[in-house]
């Protein structure tokens, strides 16, 4: 097989690969571009397999539409030792026309629209619709579809890690720059497949999340993605929520057997023992701000496990 945007060969990476979280059934080969280190389950999903995938194995929260709050704006040393601003809708300034691709409950939108923004959001989750009856947002419930928009009309589209998951990246990157104005932008963030954790943690990286993500992007082959749909990559930076330090641990404290469902991830299961103590002491060292400082020392070496991209639509 050969990389769809360098033509170079794709090597195995990993194999046997397998859902570490919610148990869906089978056993994945990872694939590596030899030339643009992106890595990918080629192949093994269709669309309408990843239907059954979403809605049999993914946990959907039960969220609380009274609980509803927007996003509120982080700054200073807090956030910057937090790495909390990890996620796309922190680049974004106030005053303009915003897409967000996946928002999720929506508190993205609720931070923009506080902010002048003119917010739409689309999200595949049908729990949407409640933040969307009670607050009237602009929302779209399904897949990103660009012709449901007028094209050159967003000065901003975000994704929020939500690349990673879908079947093909350049499809939604073509669809993102079409709605762009010429010079709006796009940012994207998604984990870094060529950041520390990868290397560290091999198969046992919380952040392969097979079979759900399809794509782990490199920095140069975001550059070949992005470009193939019109895009130029501007920036790319890496910064990573501590606490995903955090999730870290207690993935590998619970890691379960294949076809099995891990107890870190899914609420509510029964947990043994020596599971209860492992995770206890995990998170007595997280309290220590340990996982914090070693986050920040890989960001700042721009090789920590979340990328945000800044992608820009040519004048
Ligand atoms: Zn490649
Ligand atoms: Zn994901």
Redesign the pocket.
């Known amino acids: 097989m050969n ?1 769809k ?2 033509n ?1 060969d794709l090597a195995v990476f990993h194999t046997d690969m397998f859902d570490n979280r919610y148990g869906y059934p089978g056993q994945y080969t990872m694939w590596k ?1 030899h ?2 280190d ?1 890595l990918s389950l080629e192949g093994a999903f269709t669309p309408e397999m990843l239907q059954e995938l979403y809605s049999k194995y993914y946990p959907r929260k039960h969220l609380d539409i009274n609980a509803w709050e927007p996003f509120e704006k982080v700054s200073g040393l807090k956030a910057w030792f937090g790495g909390l601003k990890s996620a796309a809708y922190h680049w974004i300034p106030a005053n303009v026309r915003i897409l967000d691709i996946g928002c999720g409950f929506g508190q993205t939108l609720g931070y923009h629209q506080n902010r002048g923004c003119e917010v739409h959001g689309v999200e595949a989750d049908d729990n949407i619709r409640r933040v969307e009856e009670k607050y009237g947002f602009n929302i779209k419930v399904g897949l990103f579809d660009p012709e449901q928009y007028t094209p050159g009309y967003f000065d901003y589209v975000t994704m929020d890690q939500v690349i990673e998951h879908v079947t093909d990246p350049v499809a939604s990157m073509q669809g993102i720059a079409k709605i762009l104005k010429p010079g709006g932008k796009a940012i994207l963030t998604t984990p870094n497949a060529k950041g520390w954790g990868v290397t560290l943690f091999g198969k046992k990286w919380a952040h392969w999340h097979t079979p759900y993500h399809l794509h782990l992007f490199s920095k140069k ?1 975001m550059k ?1 993605y992005a470009a193939a749909a019109g895009l130029e990559l501007e920036r790319s930076i890496t910064i990573t929520n501590s606490e995903w330090l955090h999730y870290q641990w207690l993935h590998m404290a619970a890691y379960p057997k294949p076809g099995e469902i891990s107890v870190f991830w899914t609420p509510n299961m029964p947990r043994t023992a020596s599971q209860r103590l492992k995770m206890k002491v995990l998170a007595g060292i997280h309290r220590l701000k340990i996982n914090y400082l070693i986050t920040r020392f890989f960001d700042a070496l721009n090789v920590g496990d979340n990328s945000i991209y800044f992608l820009k639509k040519p004048m």
């Open positions: 990389c945007y360098c170079s571009c030339d643009c992106h082959s070949k």
